[in-house]
Structure formats: structure tokens, C-alpha cells
């Protein structure tokens, strides 16, 4: 059984037992067509004290929702990431105990003030304020390269670190090419030039790096670069980052499919940059850890019941 497999599985257990989705049966519609890990009502995907709060968040800062609106699909990356990190947001210390899994060396967080509605100290869907990867869109969550979430951390030494956070869950990837055809001339037009000059992407990136998930770090990367090089033009304004790439320790189709350089997916993309410190693989549950038994413990509880 695939990770993908046992967590619809979980979640359809989770749903018969009444628990967990408020009472929610499932049966509800992805691409017109029911599932049983579909839930009727999209807003029970949601831990219930942050819900409105979230939608709330996303209208009100532009944001595009995956496949346009709030999803009832339990097994969403994006609403797994909104559950286990929006109920912490406006909570500074709860923000420094998460980051300081990541990297210990971090003595604050700082609030992210690019948001126009109730900024605080994680932001989701983030982007720049301005274009710097060539993309011309830069609507959030859409059609451009936007960061599941950001965490602006203040080193030990006084360095404003950037914490860009790509979040996985039940993803697989097959071996589609996105430099080929016109799309891939774009792609190619689009990032070459920064690949070619970025500190952090070596000369083997370009034959990994139009393959998911590596097109994601790939981009993800490039923008934190480009975003501390402007630095003086934007908002948030940073020295240096940290990208935290979540994934399930359970999703081994993910972290352990073998690519043509006969590694595994974390190995496959550190060997494509050269300072490995800038890049972390984290499980969820290892994240949240520092939430158990304090302020936040019924999130993690929560959190624990339904995603293991």
C-alpha cells in the first residue's frame, strides 16, 4: 500500500468514526466525481477555531486557492499546511519553537509586513513584491512561483534569515520533462539566466532541475536568492535563507523513488547546491513537536489524530 493509500484510508476510518471532520460523511466532489475522502463541506478540512480566520486570510490578501476555492480533499498539501501552521501565526514564541527546529541559531521571528490583512509572523502563498524570475504574474498562489509559507527569522549573528517552506503530503511525481515543447522554451527563457548565476544552484541543476519536484526547490530557490539581492526594493528584507522542505517520513514514494542518477530525492537535489546548510527535510510531526503539552497542545492533538 502506498503512503497515499494508507492516508485515504486513515482519513475514510476517520470519517466512519465521526471524528476529527464534524461529523462530516464524506462522499463530496473532487473534479465532479465523489470520493470517500472528500468531505461535503470543504470548511470541516479545516481545524475548526482557525477556519473563518483562514478564509478570512486568503480573501482579504488576494490569494488563489488550489483549484480555485477552498478544497473538501483531505489529503491537500495546501490545507495540511494551513492546519498545522495558521492556528500558530500571530504566536511569536510558538513561530520561534518551530523554526528553531529547523535551526537552532535562531533567537527571533519577525513579523512578515507584506501582507495587507493581519500581517504576523508566518505568511502563506508568499511572493515578492515585485517580479525578480521573469514570471509577469504575480498573483498569489497562481500562476507564478508563491511559497507555501515564510517565516522571517533573526539569527544568533544578527542576519535576517528567510525560512521559504515548501510543504509535501501524499505527492508523487512521474518523469514529465518541463523544459520541452513551447511551455518549456518559456521555462527555459524564463530561468536559465538565474540558474547560470545563482550562488546556490550548481552547473548539474539544469539536467535535474526541470523535473518535479526539483522544478519547485528550483524556482523556491532562485526566488529567495533574488528576493535578498533586492532586498533594498522589498518588504521583506533578508540576508540569507534557510529552504525547509516538509515531508512525511511515511511518503518513502516520494523521498525514496530513484532517479536517473540512481539516488533518492533529498540526495538527487543536494547534489545540485552547493552550500547543503540552506537546505532541511523535516517530518511534520518533527516541526510541531515543541506545540505538544503547551498553549497550543489541542492543535497538536489535532494534528497528531489526523495526519499520524
Known sequence: MTYKQAQAARVRGLIQAGAIFNGDPGGGLFNQTPYPFVLQDAGNNLFAPSRQAVRDYMRENKIAWWHGDLTGHTLSSQVACLNHLFPVREDRQAVLALVRQVCPAITDVLRIESDPYRPAFIQFEATSDADHLNEIVTTRGQHCTSLDALILGVHRDGRRILFPIEWKYVEVYGNENKADGTRGATRRARYTSLIDRSAQLNSTCPGTCYFEPFYQ?????????????????????????????????????????????????????????????????????????????????????YLDARYG
Open 217 to 301: 526547490l528550483m524556482r523556491q530557490t532562485l526566488w529567495a536568492e533574488e528576493q535578498i539581492a533586492h532586498r533594498d526594493k522589498e518588504t521583506v528584507q533578508a540576508d540569507d535563507f534557510i529552504h525547509v522542505h516538509v515531508i512525511p517520513s511515511g511518503n518513502r514514494q516520494l523521498l525514496y523513488k530513484r532517479y536517473p542518477g540512481g539516488q533518492g530525492m533529498e540526495m538527487t537535489w543536494r547534489g545540485c547546491l552547493r552550500d547543503q546548510g540552506k537546505y532541511v527535510v523535516i517530518d511534520p510531526g518533527a516541526l510541531i513537536a515543541p506545540l505538544s503539552g503547551g498553549p497550543h497542545d489541542a492543535l497538536f492533538r
